[in-house]
């Protein structure tokens, strides 16, 4: 699976941008899907999560009711919709698939992901 993310940019504290990430290869839309983001200096951290089927999503808490993750398996594209921005979600955005497909369970670890893109950077500006 390879994964190509884009939608990066800078914008305005309070502002919104829409990330994308579309998978080619072996069928991208049979794995379940994350974004991680890493700010520098910092570890990479779990944004949200997505299952193959788009059943479930899973959110880390500071960007829970704020993000929102879709997946459009036609177009083998998931999304991560990011509104009311601060500062502190500065960072590159990657996205990653799951080590197999059809799994059944989400994963926030960055070591359950065996596949990943090559990163957007989100500027928030104060």
């Known amino acids: 699976v390879q994964l190509q993310a884009s939608g990066g940019g800078l914008v305005q504290a309070g502002g919104s941008l829409r990330l994308s990430c579309a998978a080619s290869?072996?069928?991208?839309?049979?794995?379940?899907m994350g974004w991680f983001r890493q700010a520098p200096g910092k570890e990479r951290e779990f944004v949200a999560a997505?299952?193959?089927?788009?059943?479930?999503?899973y959110y880390a808490d500071s960007v829970k009711g704020r993000f929102t993750i879709s997946r459009d398996n036609a177009k083998n594209t998931v999304y991560l919709q990011m509104n009311s921005l601060r500062p502190e979600d500065t960072a590159v955005y990657y996205c990653?698939?799951?080590?197999?497909?059809?799994?059944?369970?989400?994963?926030?670890?960055?070591?359950?992901?065996?596949?990943w893109g090559q990163g957007t950077l989100v500027t928030v500006s104060s």
């Open positions: 990653a698939a799951d080590r197999s497909p059809y799994s059944s369970s989400l994963n926030a670890s960055p070591d359950m992901y065996g596949y």
């Open positions: 290869g072996r069928t991208g839309s049979t794995y379940n």
């Open positions: 997505i299952t193959w089927s788009s059943i479930s999503t």
